[in-house]
């Protein structure tokens, strides 16, 4: 039985029995272990997988440490890396061929962190191309499935992080989330996700896609969990001038203090296009931490219509700039030709997938001469009102809920060909993200068609405590 | 209006390699995906400002010195006395 095995426990059950000398390190990496022996062939979830090397830190740790009592809580838990965060040594392919052969030469400050409390790293995992993908399908490596139904999708872009919780082949993980993309899989993988406030962690050793929106965000079956991993990895860093001196204290759920809490619920994120399976499960949620919070009310976030086409004016734009880095000169994939120009065109020809080359053109026409002003620089401006409408909101409220995604998981395949409909998943995601705000997804009260949904749970910046505590309310309630 | 010579233009100017099958099919997606984006330029937005990064932020410098390059140049396919190889990129 699965739920009996250690990979199914949380990492404070694990913690107690690590402490109480009930189980080894090496039982934890072992249960681990084999759940991705059975499981991973039919979902695609890692792209490179540390198993020789978990087993040497695991019997390491069994033989040298003796004090148990005062470990880090992450001391010895397998954690899984998105695969375009820089683990040193190993390949960071970020879902392309362009980057087949590039292996890391330091690690990312989160991945140092994660190292210096004791993680087991346990492998990379799949992804969207460049995170460029709301569904895990755009991935060189072959698409990723869900492991509730593996017709369904698993979300984009960090898929493959939230699969391996869902199918337990591994205890927590870090995804990226650019627009929504840890969020998103989280929602449909029934896990916990969350974007931290942009600046929080660094992103040094973060391959950039959309460098003014791109955040790593932890992974968890619980909302404690995903709280151990933040605070092990927020923080500022030299290496990340973006990264900002706000001290991170401990961070301890506390769903009792939503009874402080005054929750907002933005009006136009329950107009059409929202599923109404969907929006029941959300109505019920609300009624239940109705009972629990001081007060309900509904907000309005009037620029919500704008979000989708201003985050994909904005990321394209970062994005064809950031990925002209990848020429076949310095690193990566590299196509031969006698003439230079035909080199660099072929190298990106053949390396980059549709979407990505998609995404490049989109980009690179709204930064063309005549067009700058009229795309990136509106969108740049439509960002602003859109961070002045949660301004204006977090004034009357703590904080506010939403559904992750507007519909339940959709089948492999069946939007892949209409990207637009594709982009349109992130519709509830965005807007956090331009706003540099985080946000949480955890499972619901209800599910659809056996798939939980995914609650959103937005805080004013640095504000991760209050959404912690809000999902970790909706949690205990779910029992 | 996005027309194929003007997507294989773009496509020059990103370094772009793309086949013409590529180019027919992305037309109408692309064109379809602009007219989306169009919306943006109907708001009204004048006085304000455009917002280039989510929090304020004071970017703090670090003093620029060089650790280790064993690491980087560890992993080039060709080195000679710590320069490394590329393709001639100066025509």
Redesign the interface.
């Known amino acids: 039985m699965i739920s009996k095995e250690l990979c199914s426990l949380s990492i404070t059950s694990l913690r107690e029995k690590i402490q109480n000398k009930e189980i080894k390190f090496i039982d934890v990496v072992n249960s681990v272990l084999n759940r991705i022996k059975s499981e991973e062939q039919k979902i695609c979830g890692y792209i490179t997988l540390f198993e020789e090397q978990a087993i040497k830190q695991a019997q390491n740790l069994d033989a040298t440490i003796k004090d148990r009592e005062n470990l880090h809580p992450l001391t010895g838990i397998p954690i899984a890396i998105k695969d375009n965060i820089c683990v040193k040594d190993f390949l960071t392919t970020c879902g392309s061929k362009i980057l087949h052969n590039f292996i890391s030469p330091y690690d990312a400050t989160a991945v140092a962190r994660l190292k210096n409390a004791g993680v087991i790293i346990i492998g990379k995992t799949n992804m969207d191309e460049f995170g460029m993908g709301s569904s895990t399908e755009t991935s060189y490596y072959g698409p990723v499935a869900n492991p509730i139904d593996t017709v369904y999708v698993p979300g984009g872009s960090s898929g493959g992080s939230t699969a391996v919780i869902a199918y337990r082949g591994a205890i927590g993980a870090l995804g990226t989330d650019t627009g929504g993309s840890v969020r998103l899989p989280a929602a449909f993988c029934g896990v916990v996700g969350l974007k931290p406030t942009y600046g929080r962690v660094s992103r040094y050793g973060l391959v950039a896609f959309a460098s003014s929106l791109d955040c790593i965000g932890p992974i968890a079956k619980t909302v404690d969990d995903t709280a151990i991993i933040l605070s092990t990895i927020a923080g500022q860093d030299e290496y990340d001038a973006t990264s900002v001196n706000i001290p991170v204290n401990k961070l301890l759920c506390n769903p009792e203090a939503i009874k402080d809490y005054t929750i907002g619920i933005p009006k136009e994120y329950f107009a059409e296009g929202l599923d109404p399976k969907v929006a029941k499960v959300v109505e019920r949620t609300i009624k239940e931490l109705g009972k629990k919070c001081k007060a309900v009310k509904q907000i309005s976030l009037p620029q919500t219509k704008y979000t989708i086409a201003t985050y994909y004016l904005i990321c394209t734009a970062e994005a064809s700039s950031n990925l002209a880095r990848y020429d076949g000169v310095k690193y990566g994939l590299r196509t031969t030709s006698q003439e230079l120009i035909n080199m660099y065109e072929k190298t990106r020809e053949d390396g980059f997938g549709t979407e990505v080359k998609r995404r490049i053109l989109l980009g690179t026409y709204g930064l063309s001469k005549g067009y700058y002003e009229e795309y990136y620089g509106t969108a740049q401006r439509v960002r602003t009102l859109i961070k002045q409408d949660f301004d204006e909101a977090f004034k009357t409220c703590n904080v506010i809920l939403t559904p992750t995604a507007p519909t339940p998981p959709f089948k492999l395949g069946e939007k892949i060909s209409d990207p637009l409909a594709m982009y349109l998943s992130d519709v509830f995601t965005t807007s956090p993200s331009l706003a540099g705000l985080p946000a949480i997804s955890v499972p619901g009260i209800g599910k659809v068609n056996n798939f939980p949904v995914g609650i959103q749970i937005i805080g004013p910046a640095f504000a991760e405590e209050c959404i912690l505590n809000c999902a970790s309310a909706i949690e205990k309630i779910n029992g | 209006m ?1 027309t194929q010579s ?2 294989e233009k ?2 020059k ?7 013409p099958d ?1 180019i027919a099919l ?1 037309t109408a ?2 064109e ?3 007219e ?2 169009e ?3 109907n ?1 009204n ?1 004048e006085n ?8 304020a ?1 004071n ?4 003093p620029d010195v060089i650790k280790s390059t064993k ?2 140049t ?2 080039m396919p060709y080195i000679k006395r710590n320069y490394f190889f ?4 100066l ?1």
Do not use: D, N, W
């Open positions: 996005i003007v997507l773009v496509a100017l990103s370094r772009l390699g793309i086949t590529e992305m997606e692309i379809k995906i602009i989306y984006f919306q943006v330029r708001i937005l304000i400002q455009p917002m280039t990064h989510a929090v932020i970017l703090q410098p670090r690491c980087i560890e992993q590329v393709p001639a990129v025509e």
